[in-house]
């Protein structure tokens, strides 16, 4: 049956999908086995942008959109969390229509209402572009491996915070710079405090942990930080000198009492995944009980990238081929508990006097390494224990993930 498409916003995101359509449309169809048609569009201004849009029929509010079209599947690239964006695609779901959408910060807040709507109207959420842009994460967790219990996820899932952290490693240009790059190379979000603060990266891992656990969605308890000033770059060029490198990087894994959900700066080592991860490219490592590590490294953002994930989304609703929006129904997320950072135990750097902190590691009973003067590195302690140890004292704690 032929499928009629409509979508929403026609930015970065939106544009590429339309292109990509247009230009892979016979290769999509023998795909899917099934042909489809794009019917209408939505933006703000009618403006020109490069692209032949005069076969669709435009509307400048999505809604509208919704109220007088009757597609088969609509698409939300506009992002925003609240407002219009929320109302469009409950209008879609509650028209029992297929919602394919790229808004991670949408779903990290109303996941789970939005998915009982589509329950109740027997729509469906696709939402595979909302992370890591291009790779499949959603597919290697939801269906590849489906038959697994998930120990761990370990993620770079913000492209241009890991591209700013790159370029200013690599580059030593100013963070500024980089991020005025990284906004027109259009990988950025409309808001790139979004990115640099660490929302973007949280709102991704609390999405892939419930899916992966079972769990609702723990954005609103997890805990996040931001890229700002967490290294000088004289510290970055240290931690170089003894094999680290800076990274955003997610971390979800289910403890005896709870489970560890955060996204933080850390140092990784140079020669391990994380740390061969650079410029605008994501990576996820998902443990599997059965399988072990399975590692996805792609593009993680960027118009065509991203338009590659949604096509693929595009082929699995063309064949009908539908998996639960949160692998589970939305009645058995289990509720969770989400433990606070200073649970966490493992590795962290210090950069600091070494005249001052030698003596406190000694009182304490903590071993350190250190190749490079004023640079340590301690294994295996619980992260109250080490603020402790070093309230008051003037230093910076980098924490270290080993992936
Ligand atoms: P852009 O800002 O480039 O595009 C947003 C589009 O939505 C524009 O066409 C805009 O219209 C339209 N729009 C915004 N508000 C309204 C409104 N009130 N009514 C009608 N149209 C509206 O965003 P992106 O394409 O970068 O991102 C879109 C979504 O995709 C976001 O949720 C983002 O998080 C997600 N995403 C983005 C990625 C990327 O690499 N950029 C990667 C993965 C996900 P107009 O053009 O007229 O202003
Ligand atoms: N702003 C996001 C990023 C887009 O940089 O990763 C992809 O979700």
């Known amino acids: 049956m032929n499928k009629k498409i409509a979508i929403a916003g026609l930015g970065t995101v939106g544009l590429s999908l339309v292109k990509k359509l247009v230009e892979k449309k016979e290769i999509i169809q023998q795909r899917s086995n099934n042909s489809f048609d794009i019917i209408a569009v939505s933006a703000r201004s009618k403006k020109s942008r490069g ?118 490693q690599e580059t030593g240009k100013s963070f500024a710079d980089v991020l005025s790059e990284a906004q027109k190379l259009g990988y950025a979000e409309a808001d790139p405090t979004f990115d640099v603060e660490g929302y973007d990266a949280g709102q991704k891992l609390s999405l892939m942990a419930s899916i992966g656990f079972g769990i609702k969605i723990p954005y609103d308890e997890m805990y996040f930080e931001g890229i700002l000033d967490f290294m000088t770059n004289e510290q970055i060029k240290s931690a170089e000198k003894i094999g680290y490198s800076p990274r955003l990087i997610g971390v979800a894994k289910p403890q005896s009492d709870g489970y560890l959900i955060y996204t933080v700066p850390a140092l990784v080592p140079v020669d391990k995944t994380m740390g061969n991860i650079k410029g605008v490219v994501n990576g996820c490592i998902i443990n599997g009980d059965m399988v072990g590590d399975i590692i996805s490294i792609g593009a993680g953002a960027g118009g065509d990238a991203t338009a590659s994930a949604i096509i693929s989304d595009i082929v699995d609703s063309l064949k009908n081929n539908y998996t639960m929006t949160f692998n589970t129904s939305t009645k058995n997320l289990k509720s969770a508990k989400i433990l606070p950072i200073t649970e966490r135990i493992g590795k962290y750097c210090i950069f600091g006097d070494e005249n001052i902190l030698k003596p406190k590691f000694g009182d304490n009973d903590i071993k350190y390494l250190n190749s490079v003067k004023d640079v340590f590195v301690i294994e295996n302690i619980k992260e109250e224990k080490i603020n402790s140890v070093l309230n008051g004292i003037n230093c910076n704690l980098v924490r270290i993930e080993d992936c």
């Not at 029929?57 to 929320?86: Q, R």
């Not at 409950?90 to 919602?99: E, I, M, S």
């Not at 807040?109 to 027997?122: F, K, P, V, W």
């Open 51 to 168: 692209v032949d849009l005069s076969n669709y029929e435009f509307f400048d509010n999505p809604v509208e959109m919704v109220k007088n079209t009757d597609a088969d599947i609509y698409l939300e690239l506009m992002g925003g969390t609240n407002g219009l964006t929320l109302d469009y695609v409950k209008n879609v779901l509650k028209k029992g229509k297929v919602l394919i959408t790229a808004n991670k910060a949408m779903l990290a807040s109303y996941g789970e209402q939005l998915s009982e709507l589509a329950d109740e109207n027997n729509a469906k959420i696709l939402f595979e572009s909302s992370i890591g842009g291009g790779i499949p994460c959603l597919k290697t967790l939801r269906e590849g491996m489906v038959g697994n219990n998930i120990n761990a996820i370990y993620g770079i899932l913000n492209g241009t915070c890991n591209y700013i952290l790159t370029t200013v």
